[in-house]
């Protein structure tokens, strides 16, 4: 376990696999104030998964790097779709929809990205930036299993 972490948070084996109930952690960087992501895979039907990354803070270009090597973690763990859990982001630069974007087209045409727990301020960048049919806004992630896989899991 990570030094420092809750019982919760496990730290990514080896193989860059991340078991369906664990959690990994690592700190933001830059802005002086810890910052959180932490992600894990989830198993739909059959061999399908998904990763459920939650951010935490404020998501620009000068977390870009550590935000893609999540991503990078886990597609090599099987995900195709990503879950995002944006309910503790307290702001979201254009680069931080850049970096989101640019993930969608490293998950291919099957590939989809969903928007979970969006604080009002969030939502409405994204309503304003017209990324309504690009990145499904759901309520949470039992909202996002019935999106992804058509069943509550």
Request: contains cysteine; aromatic residues 8%.
């Given at each position: ?61 000068r977390n870009a790097r550590e935000f893609k090597a999540a991503v990078d973690i886990c597609l ?37 990205i969903l928007l979970s727990r969006l604080p009002d301020r969030v939502l409405t960048v994204v ?27």
């Open positions: 376990m990570a030094t420092g972490a809750t019982p919760d948070l496990y730290d990514a084996p080896s193989s860059g696999y991340i078991h369906a109930a664990s959690w990994h952690s690592a700190p933001w960087c830059g802005g002086g104030r810890r910052r959180m992501f932490r992600h894990r895979i989830i198993e739909g039907p059959g061999d399908t998964r998904a990763a459920v990354i939650e951010l935490r803070g404020s998501f620009e270009s090599e763990g099987g995900a195709r779709n990503l879950i995002l859990d944006l309910e503790h982001v307290h702001f979201m630069g254009s680069s931080g929809f850049a970096v989101i974007l640019s993930c969608l087209e490293r998950l291919g045409p099957e590939g989809r309503e304003m930036l017209g990324l309504g049919p690009v990145l499904d806004i759901v309520a949470d992630e039992h909202e996002a299993r019935e999106h992804l896989w058509g069943e509550a899991r």
